[in-house]
Protein backbone atom coordinates (compact mmCIF):
# COMPACT_ATOMS: atom_id res chain seq x y z
CA UNK A 1 0.00 0.00 0.00
CA UNK A 2 0.96 3.35 -1.03
CA UNK A 3 0.79 5.68 2.39
CA UNK A 4 0.93 8.83 0.11
CA UNK A 5 -2.50 7.65 -1.01
CA UNK A 6 -4.56 8.70 2.54
CA UNK A 7 -4.51 7.81 5.79
CA UNK A 8 -4.13 4.88 6.74
CA UNK A 9 -3.55 2.00 9.80
CA UNK A 10 0.07 0.98 11.04
CA UNK A 11 0.73 -2.32 12.84
CA UNK A 12 4.10 -2.53 14.23
CA UNK A 13 4.72 -6.57 15.16
CA UNK A 14 7.87 -7.84 16.88
CA UNK A 15 8.47 -11.66 16.51
CA UNK A 16 10.74 -14.05 15.92
CA UNK A 17 10.65 -16.68 13.40
CA UNK A 18 13.21 -18.48 14.74
CA UNK A 19 11.91 -18.94 17.96
CA UNK A 20 10.52 -22.48 18.67
CA UNK A 21 7.65 -24.08 20.06
CA UNK A 22 8.91 -26.39 22.08
CA UNK A 23 11.15 -24.10 23.58
CA UNK A 24 10.17 -20.34 23.66
CA UNK A 25 12.68 -19.51 26.56
CA UNK A 26 15.57 -20.24 23.94
CA UNK A 27 17.58 -17.24 22.81
CA UNK A 28 15.61 -14.83 20.68
CA UNK A 29 16.76 -12.68 17.80
CA UNK A 30 13.50 -10.64 17.00
CA UNK A 31 12.49 -8.99 14.01
CA UNK A 32 10.02 -6.32 13.16
CA UNK A 33 7.05 -6.64 10.94
CA UNK A 34 5.34 -3.73 9.81
CA UNK A 35 1.57 -3.88 8.05
CA UNK A 36 -0.95 -1.33 6.68
CA UNK A 37 -4.36 -1.04 5.67
CA UNK A 38 -6.72 1.50 4.46
CA UNK A 39 -8.16 3.74 7.83
CA UNK A 40 -11.99 3.67 8.14
CA UNK A 41 -13.86 6.44 7.84
CA UNK A 42 -14.11 8.47 10.85
CA UNK A 43 -16.30 8.46 12.62
CA UNK A 44 -17.95 5.35 12.30
CA UNK A 45 -21.80 4.51 12.64
CA UNK A 46 -23.72 3.26 15.91
CA UNK A 47 -22.58 -0.92 16.45
CA UNK A 48 -24.65 -3.01 18.24
CA UNK A 49 -23.04 -5.62 20.28
CA UNK A 50 -23.38 -8.74 21.94
CA UNK A 51 -22.26 -10.01 25.35
CA UNK A 52 -20.16 -12.84 25.50
CA UNK A 53 -18.63 -14.54 28.48
CA UNK A 54 -14.36 -14.78 27.81
CA UNK A 55 -11.07 -13.11 28.84
CA UNK A 56 -8.54 -12.64 26.09
CA UNK A 57 -5.12 -14.75 27.14
CA UNK A 58 -3.05 -12.43 28.73
CA UNK A 59 -5.26 -9.64 28.59
CA UNK A 60 -3.16 -6.36 29.55
CA UNK A 61 -0.24 -7.75 26.90
CA UNK A 62 -1.12 -6.45 22.57
CA UNK A 63 -0.25 -9.86 20.78
CA UNK A 64 -1.04 -11.23 17.92
CA UNK A 65 -3.16 -13.97 19.55
CA UNK A 66 -6.42 -12.62 17.99
CA UNK A 67 -8.09 -15.93 17.37
CA UNK A 68 -10.59 -16.14 20.27
CA UNK A 69 -11.38 -12.72 19.97
CA UNK A 70 -12.29 -12.63 16.11
CA UNK A 71 -13.91 -16.16 16.37
CA UNK A 72 -16.54 -14.34 18.79
CA UNK A 73 -16.25 -11.35 16.82
CA UNK A 74 -17.47 -13.64 13.66
CA UNK A 75 -20.03 -15.61 15.92
CA UNK A 76 -21.54 -12.49 16.77
CA UNK A 77 -22.27 -11.29 13.39
CA UNK A 78 -23.19 -14.82 12.51
CA UNK A 79 -26.17 -13.35 15.26
CA UNK A 80 -26.70 -10.13 13.28
CA UNK A 81 -24.74 -7.85 15.87
CA UNK A 82 -22.02 -6.16 14.76
CA UNK A 83 -19.65 -6.94 17.38
CA UNK A 84 -18.73 -8.89 20.55
CA UNK A 85 -18.09 -7.55 24.26
CA UNK A 86 -16.57 -9.16 26.76
CA UNK A 87 -17.39 -10.26 30.66
CA UNK A 88 -16.91 -12.33 33.17
CA UNK A 89 -18.79 -13.40 36.13
CA UNK A 90 -17.62 -11.03 39.24
CA UNK A 91 -14.83 -9.47 36.90
CA UNK A 92 -17.84 -7.30 35.05
CA UNK A 93 -17.54 -6.29 31.13
CA UNK A 94 -13.72 -6.21 30.38
CA UNK A 95 -13.40 -5.10 26.83
CA UNK A 96 -14.52 -5.05 22.68
CA UNK A 97 -12.98 -7.70 20.65
CA UNK A 98 -10.16 -5.10 19.43
CA UNK A 99 -11.46 -2.02 21.21
CA UNK A 100 -11.86 -0.85 24.94
CA UNK A 101 -15.70 0.16 26.03
CA UNK A 102 -16.80 3.60 27.67
CA UNK A 103 -20.02 4.27 29.42
CA UNK A 104 -21.36 7.86 30.51
CA UNK A 105 -23.79 7.50 34.16
CA UNK A 106 -24.93 10.76 33.69
CA UNK A 107 -22.49 12.32 35.75
CA UNK A 108 -18.89 10.92 34.51
CA UNK A 109 -16.94 8.81 31.97
CA UNK A 110 -16.74 5.09 33.23
CA UNK A 111 -14.14 3.20 32.65
CA UNK A 112 -14.59 -0.97 33.31
CA UNK A 113 -12.05 -1.95 35.92
CA UNK A 114 -11.73 -5.43 34.49
CA UNK A 115 -8.63 -7.06 33.21
CA UNK A 116 -8.43 -5.44 29.51
CA UNK A 117 -5.52 -4.23 26.86
CA UNK A 118 -5.54 -0.88 28.21
CA UNK A 119 -6.15 0.98 25.19
CA UNK A 120 -4.11 4.36 23.82
CA UNK A 121 -7.32 6.38 22.94
CA UNK A 122 -9.03 5.31 26.32
CA UNK A 123 -5.67 6.82 28.03
CA UNK A 124 -5.91 9.86 25.95
CA UNK A 125 -9.79 10.23 26.74
CA UNK A 126 -8.91 9.63 30.38
CA UNK A 127 -6.33 12.63 30.03
CA UNK A 128 -8.11 15.47 28.26
CA UNK A 129 -11.69 14.66 30.20
CA UNK A 130 -12.42 15.77 33.82
CA UNK A 131 -14.70 13.14 34.59
CA UNK A 132 -13.41 9.65 34.17
CA UNK A 133 -13.73 7.09 36.36
CA UNK A 134 -12.51 3.46 36.78
CA UNK A 135 -15.12 0.81 38.38
CA UNK A 136 -16.39 -2.61 38.04
CA UNK A 137 -19.09 -2.68 35.11
CA UNK A 138 -21.77 -5.85 35.10
CA UNK A 139 -24.22 -6.18 32.47
CA UNK A 140 -26.89 -6.05 35.50
CA UNK A 141 -25.86 -2.46 35.49
CA UNK A 142 -26.48 -1.54 31.65
CA UNK A 143 -29.96 -0.20 32.10
CA UNK A 144 -28.50 2.06 34.36
CA UNK A 145 -26.10 4.03 31.91
CA UNK A 146 -27.25 6.68 29.58
CA UNK A 147 -24.21 5.82 26.85
CA UNK A 148 -21.85 3.47 25.80
CA UNK A 149 -19.15 3.52 23.02
CA UNK A 150 -16.33 1.78 21.90
CA UNK A 151 -12.79 3.46 21.20
CA UNK A 152 -9.38 2.23 19.39
CA UNK A 153 -6.96 4.30 17.57
CA UNK A 154 -8.23 3.66 14.72
CA UNK A 155 -11.95 4.86 14.87
CA UNK A 156 -11.72 7.13 18.30
CA UNK A 157 -15.01 7.02 19.30
CA UNK A 158 -17.63 5.06 18.09
CA UNK A 159 -20.93 5.18 20.06
CA UNK A 160 -22.86 1.88 20.71
CA UNK A 161 -26.28 1.32 20.16
CA UNK A 162 -26.65 -1.65 22.23
CA UNK A 163 -25.65 -4.14 24.48
CA UNK A 164 -27.69 -7.55 23.98
CA UNK A 165 -30.98 -6.32 24.25
CA UNK A 166 -29.93 -3.11 26.00
CA UNK A 167 -30.29 -0.07 24.29
CA UNK A 168 -28.37 3.14 24.42
CA UNK A 169 -28.40 6.41 22.94
CA UNK A 170 -26.10 7.32 20.25
CA UNK A 171 -26.98 10.99 20.10
CA UNK A 172 -26.33 11.67 23.64
CA UNK A 173 -23.95 14.93 23.59
CA UNK A 174 -20.97 12.90 25.86
CA UNK A 175 -20.28 11.21 22.53
CA UNK A 176 -19.70 14.46 20.48
CA UNK A 177 -18.03 15.65 23.59
CA UNK A 178 -15.47 13.02 23.76
CA UNK A 179 -15.08 13.06 19.95
CA UNK A 180 -14.49 16.65 19.81
CA UNK A 181 -11.78 16.35 22.75
CA UNK A 182 -10.33 13.44 21.45
CA UNK A 183 -9.76 15.33 17.53
CA UNK A 184 -8.54 17.95 19.53
CA UNK A 185 -5.35 16.46 21.06
CA UNK A 186 -2.68 17.51 19.17
CA UNK A 187 -1.08 14.41 16.81
CA UNK A 188 2.71 13.63 17.47
CA UNK A 189 5.07 14.78 14.57
CA UNK A 190 7.28 12.08 13.18
CA UNK A 191 10.38 12.42 14.24
Not at 150 to 168: D, E, K, Q
Request: glycine share 8%.
Amino acid sequence: MDLTDGDAVVRITAFDPDLSLTHPAGPAAPRILVTTRPAPPVPQGPMRVQPVRHLRQVAGAKHTGLFDSLHLRRAAQLDGFDDVLFHGDELGISEGATWNVGFFDGRQVVWPRAEHLPGVTEALLTGVHDHCVSRTVTLYQLPFMEAAFATNAAVGVRPISAIGSVPFATDHPILSELRDRYAEIAAEQPH
